[in-house]
């Protein structure tokens, strides 16, 4: 069975961090593009941060950039988010995605169901 589940969410005072996980069972995540997102209460879901497969190439958000950071454990087929410097506003369920095409912005096969991430004081 193909799936992706993250972990690593939880509650942080505004100015800490957290470090999100998205682990594969079923396929190795190295030939996908891995695309991180969230939704808030009420909001829409935003693409967050991706990494693709044909070149490494990262993209983030404006809202996130110089704080997150996208990165790849092919050992442990795993994709992270390390969040630096959170904030009230990056509260939100956090979702990895993966696409086999290789390239960010492309539709997404997989989802997994998501990690809360809380920031409050």
């Known amino acids: 069975q193909l799936q992706l589940v993250e972990s690593g969410g939880g509650l942080v005072q505004p100015g800490g961090s957290l470090r999100l996980s998205c682990a594969a069972s079923g396929f190795t995540l190295v030939y996908y593009a891995i695309g991180w997102f969230r939704q808030a209460p009420g909001k829409e879901r935003e693409g967050v941060a991706c990494?693709?497969?044909?070149?490494?190439?990262?993209y983030y958000a404006d809202s996130v950039k110089g704080r997150f950071t996208i990165s790849r454990d092919n050992a442990e087929n795993t994709v992270s988010l390390q969040m630096n410097s959170l904030k009230p506003e990056d509260t939100a369920v956090y979702y990895c995605a993966a696409n086999l095409d290789g390239e960010c912005g492309r539709a997404y096969d997989y989802w997994g169901q998501g990690t809360q991430v809380t920031v409050s004081s």
């Open positions: 990494i693709s497969s044909l070149d490494g190439n990262t």
